[in-house]
């Protein structure tokens, strides 16, 4: 279907107002960038919110942990922000987690992890999964239950929950109820038709994840390392179900839906969700129909994981 006028609409303001694009930025103004790009007024108030430190092996790392109302103890959603890995934070996604706790009736734990360039790859995948183990252990003191505990996160953050059932898997711990992989980067590569099709002119383009990648990643090889690109793991040991989110008029498309497929070959009962019309960071921008569609589509599958 042709793109929305929803979506035409932000695309035409933001190209009124001028300015750089992400990948002709300094890295500090990217990150302000991209806090005014999520802002929401008045987001949606949930029972508790709690910042927080956990001490790590690689130091201390921010989290920010979401309560819904009612008796717990509720299953946890570890949500990693999106942002190319460089920009974003938990003040980025504050809005959407807190949407994501009340529709899904879970506690949602946002993490600052480490971003690049100044912290490289394996960074913010170590921190991801450093947190999510933290949150097993330390889940009554929260509130949550540590048998129900899913990861999520969109377009970078989507490669960080990935990652980390990657790392699960292959470590024998921790168990995960569910993956929740919005629009997300699985492979360091941009010879997708996706990529070729809507590398310009539909907010995210080919040239920011080319400078995202470039700020991640030491060099080139890293790229091949399947913590960074998934899609290029040989082999995936128990992958969680869940659902994969993609955007019609997103350069990553392509690269999400093909991951979801390998999830699928590997047994996991994965759900591809391709929204007609739109475009990437979708979820975050509460203006469109298709982020309502959207969250009830991803609270529904988390629902029905947390079930089992």
Not at 17 to 41: S, W, Y
Not at 236 to 253: K, Q
Not at 275 to 289: M, R, V
């Amino acid at each position: 279907m042709p793109l929305g006028e929803q979506e035409k609409a932000l695309i035409a303001q933001l190209k009124a107002v001028g300015g750089p694009a992400f990948n002709e930025m300094k890295v500090e103004d990217a990150r302000l960038a991209i806090l005014q790009l999520f802002k929401v007024e008045n987001p949606e108030q949930v029972a508790r919110v709690e910042d927080k430190k956990i001490s790590t092996v690689n130091g201390d790392l921010p989290l920010r942990i979401y309560t819904p109302t009612g008796d717990g103890p509720h299953p946890i959603l570890m949500f990693f922000h999106g942002g190319g890995w460089v920009v974003g934070n938990i003040e980025s996604h504050d809005a959407m987690c807190r949407v994501l706790t009340n529709a899904a009736h879970c506690i949602t734990i946002s993490v600052d992890y480490r971003l690049a360039p100044e912290h490289k790859f394996p960074a913010a995948p170590d921190d991801c999964y450093e947190a999510t183990k933290w949150a097993v252990l330390n889940a009554a003191a929260i509130g949550g239950d540590p048998q129900r505990v899913a990861v999520g996160g969109d377009s970078a953050g989507g490669n960080l929950a990935a990652t980390v059932a990657l790392m699960a898997g292959e470590r024998g711990a921790p168990s995960l109820a569910y993956q929740l992989l919005l629009y997300p980067v699985t492979n360091h590569a941009f010879d997708t038709e996706s990529c070729k099709q809507n590398g310009e002119g539909y907010l995210l383009t080919k040239d920011d994840m080319v400078w995202f990648w470039d700020h991640y990643l030491e060099n080139d090889e890293a790229g091949n390392a399947p913590y960074a690109s998934p899609l290029l793991a040989k082999y995936i040991n128990s992958p969680p179900p869940g659902l994969v989110m993609t955007a019609e008029f997103d350069p990553l498309r392509d690269e999400g839906e093909a991951y979801g497929k390998k999830l699928q070959d590997a047994g996991a009962d994965i759900t591809i969700s391709r929204y007609a019309g739109t475009i990437h960071g979708f979820f975050g921008l509460f203006q469109f129909d298709a982020q309502k569609k959207a969250l009830a589509e991803a609270a529904e599958g988390l629902k029905a994981a947390f079930a089992q």
